[in-house]
């Protein structure tokens, strides 16, 4: 019977993906916090559903949290216009290298000054919680392929979403590498220098754009020779996500990284190719399959109990995180950048935090030995709920605002 009405619940939540973007689209609300609502209701109800314990299913949720992020990558890479250029991505690129170091770095800091965290559980913190969402961020995201909704807003927010995702694993690799820490610790840097950082994040680039090319000529120029039906272009766009994510997994390399760049990399080829619009179509669905199911987890896991370890520095050290370190690091590293100062306010305001977060969260503790898991947990799916309530609510009409005081739209909407 649990499993039936799982299976309805799935069911009632899926369906709702279809009506839900179009009925919020009038309204300061978004189908992640609703979701999040309903998971919380349903395990509140006596239904005898189990508890979706991240600490006790480490393996589930990993894998569950790594196959969304991964999906969603390949559908934000295929959804941006702009080709690449160090000068046309130099916003998303400070974001997602200057930006990230710095919020790791304070975030890190914070964790061990005002929560007590042990410094490698600082660093995990700060590695995992620094990056932005690729999956959670749609309102404040471009539009489908080849839409035109592409201000530098919403291309910032975007593309570095794409890529920190990727350049936040280092972070996580030293944060294992300090907890079993069996050489000195210069010895210990060395390797995390050389391998996590150089080789890791040069393979993931050289891998992501190689299986660009490669997935390019298949797609665009092979149907040439041999015909595939359009509709099953789709499931082209979910190999690319597999392929790419897996072959540089086994290089030892960054998955992440290189399906984004692997994705950028098809969309640069004939552009204007209906192709494109099919493969995003496809990946967005399925992505969104996934977040039904992660959200309303992540709601029964509140329900739970989850957030109950959290202490009064926890949520400060949380609302100061969103609020404090993730706008100022934005803002200053943007400092110079040509974005007008209201456009650079919301970049830096909107660095909403999400499925990611869970997904290095839970490889991490399920590779290292941390002693401090429950409330690691605790305070990351604290800053995931509030910054999937706050950011939620505001995305829509700020995002409108600033479109009208812009003038890109004729009128509020």
């Not at 907890?179 to 060395?190: F, G, K, Y």
């Not at 490889?363 to 030995?369: D, F, I, Q, R, V």
Request: aromatic share 10%; proline share 5%.
């Amino acid at each position: 019977m649990t499993y039936l009405i799982l299976l309805i619940v799935l069911g009632l939540a899926t369906l709702g993906v279809a009506w839900l973007p179009s009925l919020l689209q009038r309204s300061p609300l978004s189908y992640p916090l609703i979701y999040v609502s309903l998971g919380w209701i349903f395990f509140k109800l006596p239904l005898s559903l189990p508890y979706p314990d991240p600490l006790a299913h480490p393996t589930l949720t990993t894998h569950l949290t790594e196959l969304c992020v991964i999906i969603a990558l390949t559908s934000t890479g295929l959804k941006i216009d702009q080709p690449f250029s160090f000068r046309e991505w130099r916003v998303p690129l400070l974001l997602a290298t200057v930006g990230m170091v710095l919020t790791i770095g304070l975030v890190a800091t914070a964790g061990w000054w005002l929560a007590g965290l042990a410094p490698v559980a600082a660093v995990l913190l700060g590695g995992a919680i620094a990056p932005t969402d690729p999956v959670l961020a749609g309102d404040v995201q471009v539009g489908d392929p080849g839409e035109g909704e592409e201000d530098a807003v919403r291309f910032a927010l975007t593309a570095e979403g794409g890529l920190n995702d990727g350049l936040a694993f280092p972070f996580i690799h030293l944060a294992l590498g300090l907890v079993a820490i069996q050489t000195s610790l210069a010895d210990t840097l060395q390797h995390w220098a050389l391998k996590d950082v150089l080789y890791r994040i040069v393979v993931g680039l050289v891998a992501g754009w190689l299986s660009g090319k490669l997935l390019s000529y298949l797609i665009f120029g092979l149907p040439k020779r041999v015909e595939i039906k359009a509709s099953a272009y789709g499931f082209v766009a979910l190999a690319v996500t597999l392929i790419t994510y897996s072959v540089t997994e086994l290089m030892e390399a960054y998955g992440f990284l290189a399906v984004f760049i692997a994705a950028i990399t098809i969309r640069s080829y004939e552009r204007s190719h209906e192709y494109h619009q099919q493969m995003h179509a496809f990946s967005d669905q399925i992505e969104r399959l996934f977040i039904v199911i992660l959200l309303i987890l992540f709601g029964g896991a509140v329900a739970n109990g989850l957030l109950g370890p959290l202490r009064w520095t926890d949520i400060v050290l949380g609302l100061l995180i969103l609020l404090v370190i993730r706008p100022l690091v934005g803002y200053l590293v943007l400092s110079r950048s040509p974005i007008q100062h209201d456009e650079r306010w919301v970049i830096s305001s909107f660095g909403i935090r999400g499925i990611g977060s869970f997904f290095y969260l839970s490889y991490a503790l399920e590779k290292g030995n941390f002693q401090e898991g429950e409330l690691l947990w605790a305070i990351t799916g604290f800053v995931v709920l509030v910054s999937i309530f706050m950011h939620g609510i505001l995305a829509s009409p700020v995002m409108k605002w600033l479109d009208h005081r812009h003038a890109r739209l004729k009128e509020p909407q």
